[in-house]
């Protein structure tokens, strides 16, 4: 039976994963897959050095280093829910990228290295979860091996990120004695059954926590910690739907993602506890999902997803309505309209064709229609999404070609790697030199990477003497003016055409403020 748009929006569950590197966030991305029934063997992390790399990982500076630099879009259906999954970049020098991902979702799920607790990158990851009210759920991974103990694991989440745990399985021991989850929910005790490396693991329920079995298979006094654990998690408060909305409660959950210990359980709660589309802000109004007409965002460009093709994708929030394939579109940006033909869903390398997506969906359009993350898609109205900012850069090189004959292909290399957010592309009011900007070294070895295997373009980057960067606006048209025919030696304009002052350090912009009191300098600029 046919569900109605409206149903079908009610079962999308739009997440993304967050965590510090190494807690094994795309190890768990690749378990979730499996046990949705997306790929039939995992590529655990530990595997990239033979001749299999993680599904969801695709840049070759990503299989290289074992790191997720680039946001992979995953959707695949799960106990009658469709589920579109984000792997957010999981190294701290694209927080830019991340921040762009979690404005496309409804709730996240923070992985946690279950012996380190919250480190700084979970830290500042929650910090914009929170500025956005985005509803977390927690799972402490790598429980096979020691970590923390579990009531002092949720005393550091609950005390770095003031946000109340409260547990939806419980452990059976840590490291080598690590024998499975209590399920809370469910009321059992749930064991693990090594099967062929890679594939799911079997498992064995024992209902009753009295059971003279539970005796038999772990020994009568880790049965019996068990039990007194669990009477002192009786006093906690109760999950609280409404406290999880506004972000105030976490759900938890213990588990180990490469040996597939507790992933299940994770699964079959968060498509459950987890909201359905939500309600997106622009400069006019609230947009709503189960509005009957079609609307979305790009929040993300990804390009030579196909090298053969040296394709550019636009991938896409919808926020209402329902997309059919060669349905019209109003691109609101530019005040023209165009027929979407092969709008396309990702199972990480693998698309195939949509034929029709619903509010909560991830589709990826080819940006022939020149798209850039923040445009509006509608059917026919002016709406302008909010919340999508771009951050001024802290680290900035001059790109120096190797190759002479190249210079047409690195410009167009570092306008397209700069339209989809690796970095910031500068060119100066006077002069020929472009600058990138970026957040973080990683970023440069990931553009110059990709330039030469998606480009054919061999290129180093120069250090050069620069600290800062600010967008200048002002309200006074002249004052502005003024500003550029006294500092054009410092000003560039950004990929969107955007002026922006470039100094050697911050006392030299701070000194710049304040000497131009009618100059307005921004750190942040609203894509």
Same mark, same amino acid.
Request: aromatic share 10%; hydrophobic share 40%.
């Given at each position: 039976? !046919? +569900?109605?748009?409206?149903?079908?929006?009610?079962?999308?569950? %739009?997440?993304?994963?967050? !965590?510090?590197?190494?807690?094994?966030?795309?190890t768990i991305t690749e378990k979730l897959l499996l046990f949705g029934g997306a790929i039939q063997m995992a590529g655990a992390v530990r595997g990239r050095r033979n001749d299999r790399s993680t599904t969801s990982d695709f840049l070759k500076v990503e299989q290289e280093r074992g790191i997720s630099v680039s946001s992979a879009v995953m959707s695949f259906d799960y106990k009658e829910r469709a589920v579109n999954l984000l792997d957010t970049p999981g190294h701290e020098d694209f927080s830019e990228d991340t921040y762009r991902? +979690?404005?496309?979702?409804?709730?996240?799920?923070?992985?946690? *290295?279950?012996?380190?607790?919250?480190? %700084?990158?979970?830290?500042? +990851?929650?910090?914009?979860?929170?500025l956005r009210t985005t509803p977390?759920?927690?799972?402490?991974?790598?429980?096979? &091996?020691? =970590?923390?103990?579990?009531? #002092?694991?949720m005393e550091n989440v609950e005390e770095k990120l003031k946000i109340s745990c409260i547990p939806f399985t419980w452990p059976i021991g840590m490291g080598r004695t690590f024998? @499975?989850?209590?399920?809370?929910?469910?009321? &059992?005790?749930?064991?693990?059954?090594?099967? $062929?490396?890679?594939?799911?693991?079997?498992?064995?329920?024992?209902?009753?926590?009295?059971d003279g079995t539970l005796d038999d298979l772990i020994g009568k006094g880790k049965a019996d910690t068990l039990r007194e654990e669990l009477e002192l998690l009786e006093v906690l408060d109760p999950f609280d739907p409404d406290a999880f909305a506004r972000? #105030?409660?976490?759900?938890?959950?213990?588990?180990?993602?490469?040996?597939?210990? @507790?992933?299940?359980?994770? +699964?079959?709660?968060?498509?459950?506890?987890?909201?359905?589309?939500?309600?997106?802000?622009?400069?006019?109004?609230?947009? $709503?999902?189960?509005? $009957?007409?079609?609307?979305?965002?790009?929040?993300?460009?990804?390009?030579?997803?196909?090298?053969?093709?040296?394709?550019?994708?636009?991938?896409? &929030?919808?926020?209402? @309505?329902?997309?059919?394939?060669?349905?019209?579109?109003?691109?609101?940006?530019?005040? &023209?309209?165009?027929?979407?033909?092969? =709008?396309?869903?990702?199972?990480?390398?693998?698309?195939?064709? %949509? $034929?029709?997506?619903?509010?909560? *969906?991830?589709?990826?359009?080819?940006?022939?229609? @020149?798209?850039?993350?923040?445009d509006a898609l509608t059917q026919g109205e002016e709406l302008k999404?909010?919340?999508?900012?771009?951050?001024?850069?802290?680290?900035?090189?001059?790109?120096?070609?190797?190759?002479p004959m190249k210079s047409k292909s690195l410009v167009k290399g570092l306008e397209q790697l700069s339209e989809e957010g690796a970095a910031q592309l500068f060119r100066p009011l006077e002069g020929a030199d472009y600058i990138l900007g970026a957040l973080g070294d990683l970023q440069f070895d990931v553009i110059r990477s990709r330039l030469e295997a998606e480009y054919k373009v061999r290129a180093i980057f120069e250090t050069v003497p620069l600290g800062a960067a600010r967008w200048v606006t002002a309200e006074d048209p002249e004052a502005l003016e003024k500003f550029k025919r006294e500092n054009r030696h410092r000003l560039f304009t950004d990929i969107a055409g955007n002026l922006t002052y470039l100094v050697q350090s911050q006392w030299a912009l701070d000194y710049a403020a304040q000497q131009n009191p009618e100059i307005n300098f921004h750190a942040t600029m609203e894509i």
């Open positions: 039976m !046919s +569900l109605s748009p409206q149903q079908e929006i009610n079962r999308r569950r %739009t997440f993304a994963i967050i !965590s510090h590197p190494d807690a094994g966030k795309t991902v +979690l404005t496309a979702v409804d709730s996240a799920l923070m992985v946690l *290295d279950a012996a380190k607790g919250v480190e %700084t990158r979970t830290q500042a +990851l929650m910090d914009v979860c929170r977390v759920v927690s799972f402490a991974n790598k429980m096979d &091996r020691e =970590a923390l103990d579990p009531f #002092e694991l024998e @499975g989850v209590y399920d809370l929910r469910n009321k &059992r005790v749930v064991f693990y059954q090594p099967t $062929e490396r890679g594939k799911a693991n079997a498992q064995v329920y024992i209902e009753n926590l009295e972000g #105030e409660q976490s759900p938890f959950f213990f588990g180990s993602a490469i040996n597939n210990f @507790g992933v299940r359980e994770l +699964l079959d709660a968060f498509v459950d506890i987890a909201p359905m589309p939500q309600s997106r802000s622009t400069l006019t109004r609230e947009v $709503e999902p189960h509005e $009957e007409k079609f609307s979305g965002f790009v929040f993300k460009i990804q390009a030579n997803l196909d090298k053969a093709h040296h394709d550019r994708m636009a991938f896409v &929030r919808i926020t209402s @309505g329902r997309y059919e394939r060669r349905m019209k579109l109003r691109h609101v940006r530019l005040g &023209r309209d165009f027929s979407v033909k092969n =709008a396309t869903t990702f199972l990480a390398q693998d698309r195939v064709v %949509t $034929e029709e997506a619903f509010a909560g *969906d991830i589709i990826g359009l080819h940006t022939h229609s @020149g798209l850039k993350v923040g999404f909010t919340g999508i900012p771009a951050f001024a850069p802290e680290l900035f090189r001059r790109a120096r070609l190797l190759d």
